[in-house]
């Protein structure tokens, strides 16, 4: 009985924790989804992340993804992957911003939610 009550508290436990990072990953997805405008002077553009996991920017049209963390950037056109760390942040003067990291380059560059 007691074998029996210890498996079924491990797989309910498992079975939480799993589905926890779940909908931690699909809470940042529905966050980022938009059109976002570069706040900074470094990096002027308008980049616009589409639920079915597209995008588009000033290079072209993407396809993203939130894995372990990070925001995945691929560029179909031109082979190219950009991996950010990103961060969500609400000001009362300037609205939503996300923060993108670059992995690679550590530069950071902020956009504010225009849509």
């Known amino acids: 009985m007691n074998n029996r009550i210890l498996t079924i508290g ?7 924790v799993g589905l926890s990072g779940c909908s931690d990953n699909s809470d940042y997805k529905k966050k980022i ?4 405008e570069s706040a900074t002077l470094l990096n002027q553009k ?3 992340f589409n639920s079915n ?7 072209g049209p993407f396809e993203w ?5 990070q ?14 760390d990103y961060e969500f942040l609400n000001t ?8 993108l990291t670059n992995t690679d380059t550590k530069q950071p560059d902020d956009y504010r939610k225009i849509i």
Do not use: C, M, S
């Open 33 to 36: 989804v938009g059109t976002w």
């Open 10 to 16: 491990i797989a309910v436990l498992l079975i939480f």
């Open 46 to 48: 308008t980049t616009t």
């Open 71 to 84: 925001l995945i950037l691929y560029w179909p056109n031109k082979d190219n992957t950009i991996i950010y």
């Open 92 to 99: 009362e003067d300037r609205g939503e911003i996300l923060i």
């Open 65 to 69: 993804k939130i894995k372990d963390g």
């Open 53 to 59: 996991g597209t995008g588009f920017d000033d290079d």
